[in-house]
């Protein structure tokens, strides 16, 4: 059984690389080789590369493990703005449900089966400055 100086998961700094690279695969390739499948931390690209231990000694080795110290209330925002984002695919009405708006329901059919769809009103909304535009959904 061969020891593997690295494990998936760490990341790889050092003069080999050009950026960060985060471990995903690793096997021996002879008593002295390693294999490795690697990804870079910015590009994402995947690099397949043949380490020995020499190159080790010249790598700093990052453990990458969760610590799970995040502020919860930034997460809490993050996962909110993001159900915000996709909750017009569920309800092309939610922009109108959250408001303090209560709409009649001529109203309603007039904006949302008439009006939006369509393509000059549409193309208007996309060139009136983001200020001024009104928040409907599907402008």
């Known amino acids: 059984m ?7 998961g760490q990341i790889l700094t050092g003069p080999l690389f050009n950026e960060p690279m985060r471990v995903e695969t690793i096997r021996s390739n002879g008593s002295d080789h390693w294999v490795a499948g690697l990804v870079g931390t910015q590009s994402e690209k995947f690099r397949s590369v043949t380490l020995t231990s020499q190159d080790f000694e010249g790598l700093k080795i990052i453990d990458a493990l969760a610590t799970y110290k995040g502020d919860g209330q930034l ?4 996962l909110q703005a993001y ?4 909750a017009y695919e569920f309800d092309p009405y939610f922009g109108l449900s959250i408001s303090r708006v209560d709409p009649l329901p001529h109203q309603l059919e007039a904006i949302y089966d008439y009006l939006l769809k369509l393509p000059v009103f549409v193309f208007s909304l996309r060139m009136m400055p983001a200020p001024a535009r ?6």
């Open 83 to 86: 159900s915000l984002g996709i």
């Open 134 to 139: 009104p928040s409907w959904p599907g402008s």
């Open 2 to 8: 061969s020891f593997d100086p690295i494990h998936t």
């Open 75 to 78: 997460l809490r925002l993050g």
